[in-house]
């Protein structure tokens, strides 16, 4: 079960920085602050911090970045409690552009560092952390990897005969017959790292697939929408997954340009 509880700073004048650029607060109560704490109190450590994109619709809401959400899904299914710090990407204050030079997120802070890139957090977190175990066999760990910049490409295209839809559906009805003979999940029975790295970009897929090319995963790929269904259904996904109106927001650029 998640415990919500709330604690203030102690991190003096970088969160002082923080306070004033006022890009967060604490839910809960009647005065702002700067953390929202989650997870489970199973674990005796303290809570890890975690900057990550804020919403660019909704103040105070979590944004649209697929790699904060696979960090975060991590920590979830984990039960690792963590603070969350969200921050604004667009105008991007001081005190984080001193924790993550080039400005990017997700970061996290293992003890007195703060780690960039997601792949490396959960590596890290898979060690410090080890049950429950999310690590996927290595044969399997690049199952539908080239998914996303297909995705990508096809949201991107301006041209409906230039392959880069059916270059799409080749990659996702490969994953589909993967699933078929392997599932529900890339590792089988359990959920894995690999499929908390998948589900938020087939999320995004979904959405802005949906939004902009008013295209759908089709019928025929009954197993790849069971395991859409499977991996948005979880807890750890709906606490953590974007706003609609972020993924939508998020992708104009790519599509306009």
């Known amino acids: 079960m998640m415990r919500l509880r709330f604690q203030p700073s102690i991190v003096g004048v970088l969160w002082a920085s923080v306070s004033r650029a006022g890009f967060t607060r604490r839910y809960g109560t009647t005065k702002p602050g700067w953390t929202r704490q989650f997870g489970?109190?199973?674990?005796?450590?303290?809570?890890?911090?975690?900057c990550v994109k804020a919403s660019v619709t909704t103040p105070n809401k979590l944004g649209d970045c697929p790699f904060c959400q696979r960090v975060l899904l991590t920590m979830e299914e984990k039960h690792v409690p963590y603070d969350m710090k969200l921050v604004d990407l667009i105008n991007k204050p001081e005190w984080f552009l001193k924790i993550s030079p080039e400005g990017k997120a997700p970061v996290?802070?293992?003890?007195?560092?703060?780690?960039?890139?997601s792949d490396v957090i959960t590596?890290?977190?898979?060690?410090?952390?080890?049950?429950?175990?999310?690590?996927?066999?290595?044969?399997?760990?690049?199952v539908g990897s080239k998914i996303f910049s297909k995705f990508?490409?096809?949201?991107?295209?301006?041209?409906?005969?230039?392959?880069?839809?059916?270059?799409?559906?080749?990659?996702?009805?490969?994953?589909?017959?993967?699933?078929?003979?392997?599932?529900?999940?890339?590792?089988?029975?359990?959920?894995?790292?690999a499929d908390l790295s998948m589900g938020?970009?087939?999320?995004?897929?979904?959405?802005?697939?949906?939004h902009y090319k008013d295209w759908s995963v089709p019928d025929s790929l009954s197993f790849l929408q069971c395991y859409m269904e499977?991996?948005?259904?979880r807890e750890s996904f709906a606490?953590?997954?974007?706003q609609t109106e972020d993924v939508i927001a998020g992708w104009r650029p790519k599509v306009m340009a």
């Not at 489970?40 to 975690?50: D, F, G, R």
């Not at 996290?108 to 890139?117: A, L, M, N, R, Y």
């Not at 559906?169 to 089988?188: A, H, Q, R, V």
């Not at 499977?230 to 259904?233: A, D, H, R, Y």
């Open 239 to 242: 606490k953590t997954q974007a």
């Open 40 to 50: 489970t109190t199973a674990m005796a450590a303290s809570p890890l911090e975690i």
């Open 230 to 233: 499977n991996v948005f259904s």
């Open 152 to 193: 990508i490409g096809f949201l991107k295209s301006k041209d409906q005969g230039d392959g880069t839809e059916q270059a799409l559906l080749n990659e996702l009805s490969t994953f589909n017959d993967y699933l078929k003979e392997n599932g529900p999940f890339i590792n089988g029975e359990k959920i894995s790292a």
């Open 200 to 210: 938020p970009k087939l999320h995004h897929m979904k959405i802005a697939l949906g």
């Open 123 to 142: 590596q890290s977190l898979e060690e410090k952390y080890p049950e429950p175990s999310l690590t996927t066999p290595p044969e399997k760990a690049s």
């Open 108 to 117: 996290v802070k293992f003890g007195e560092k703060w780690v960039p890139d």
